[in-house]
């Protein structure tokens, strides 16, 4: 099968941010020294770019200690936070910036995903340079997209050198087996107290940055971390995004293909077969361990809301989650939902065209998440 081309995406220019900017010297040197530094030629310049970076974010991460660490240290969540998961392109990213219009709610931005062991310090001067150096659309789709975008929480584990299946795309021709901690109850323990670690720290570092906010945060492959996110976070609630899985699996496919060709360290040469494979495996390791542990919460803090009922009623569904998970202010959520639906009249997504042989493949594998969340044919 021939190796994959690379997916149609909105420019991506060479001077943009990537999402390895935000990683201090040393865990950007462990990251290229535990993949060989095998680095394609054709990228040597980013591979450059990130490192002088890398030397700038450890200088302002010991800045930001010195001055803030232990504030940090003492700092409590002003209430539990509210985790969006669901798989990739399920609809999360939409729920994100829906959940993050209200306005007792904080969630992560660009900014502070990115560079999270500084931006308390830092955010006087980098946020308007990153703001103008990031493009308007992201690269996967026509979404806007700036430096105060809702962003992944995931990216700030990446910065700070945690255990996170995204490690996988800095080296895509590599052998891995970062997806495997999607299945995060079987992750190493390292692997788990890492991303405990470091989570607990940005977030404190966030509500730091917004006393007294809820905080809103979103991150697929939290999907396989429900049991120890409710465990770490106690009374913390869950919205999670499910899609038909004919429309997932092609707009992942896309997805992975647009970040491994924009901000990977090789060109990427595996095939569409490989590639497929790969997004079957993700979402049964992934479903593994949420549908282990679903049922152990009650319905005041997780509901699971259907992509397509979103769309097509939005206000209705956002108050639905307000009112099961007793949230306040639904009535006013609503008003900011249709001003939000309002101004993004006619925004459009991706055609999604497959073949007879590939939904009878995804109607196997996925046949656990049709049947849970109502897709079954």
Not at 143 to 155: G, K, L, N, V, Y
Not at 245 to 254: A, F
Not at 288 to 306: A, G, H, K, T
Request: contains cysteine; aromatic residues 12%.
């Amino acid at each position: 099968m021939p190796a994959a081309k690379p997916a149609k995406t909105n420019s991506y220019p060479p001077w943009a941010p990537r999402i390895w900017n935000g990683m201090s010297v040393g865990h950007y040197f462990r990251m290229l020294n535990e993949n060989r530094f095998q680095i394609h030629p054709l990228k040597y310049p980013m591979t450059g770019l990130v490192g002088g970076c890398s030397v700038i974010n450890s200088v302002l991460n010991r800045c930001q200690r010195l001055r803030f660490e232990d504030r940090i240290a003492n700092t409590q969540l002003a209430a539990p936070p509210i985790f969006i998961i669901g798989h990739w392109r399920s609809g999360t990213t939409l729920m994100h910036e829906l959940m993050s219009l209200d306005r007792s709610s904080a969630y992560p931005s660009n900014f502070e995903a990115f560079v999270p062991r500084h931006f308390l310090f830092s955010g006087w001067f980098f946020y308007p340079l990153i703001n103008l150096l990031m493009p308007q659309k992201r690269p996967m789709d026509s979404m806007t997209m700036s430096a105060d975008s809702p962003q992944e929480d995931d990216f700030a584990l990446i910065s700070d050198g945690a255990a996170t299946p995204y490690r996988r795309i800095a080296f895509p021709n590599n052998p891995d087996k970062h997806h495997q901690q999607l299945r995060f109850d079987q992750a190493e323990e390292e692997q788990q107290a890492s991303v405990q670690r470091t989570l607990d720290h940005f977030l404190k570092s966030l509500t730091l940055r917004y006393p007294d906010k809820r905080l809103v945060l979103k991150s697929p492959p939290h999907t396989g971390r429900i049991a120890q996110l409710a465990r770490w976070f106690p009374d913390a609630k869950f919205i999670h995004m499910a899609r038909h899985p004919h429309k997932l699996v092609s707009s992942t496919m896309r997805l992975w293909k647009s970040l491994d060709h924009t901000q990977s360290f090789q060109l990427p040469k595996y095939d569409d077969q490989w590639l497929k494979e790969y997004v079957f495996d993700c979402q049964r390791l992934m479903y593994e361990s949420y549908f282990d542990f679903r049922d152990q919460l009650p319905s005041e803090r997780l509901i699971e809301i259907n992509f397509e009922d979103l769309v097509a009623s939005p206000e209705d569904t956002v108050a639905r989650i307000y009112n099961q998970l007793k949230l306040d202010d639904a009535e006013a959520i609503k008003l900011q939902v249709r001003q939000y639906f309002d101004q993004r009249l006619g925004h459009k997504t991706n055609p999604v065209n497959l073949d007879d042989g590939l939904k009878a493949e995804i109607d196997q594998h996925w046949q656990p998440y049709a049947e849970v969340f109502g897709y079954k044919s």
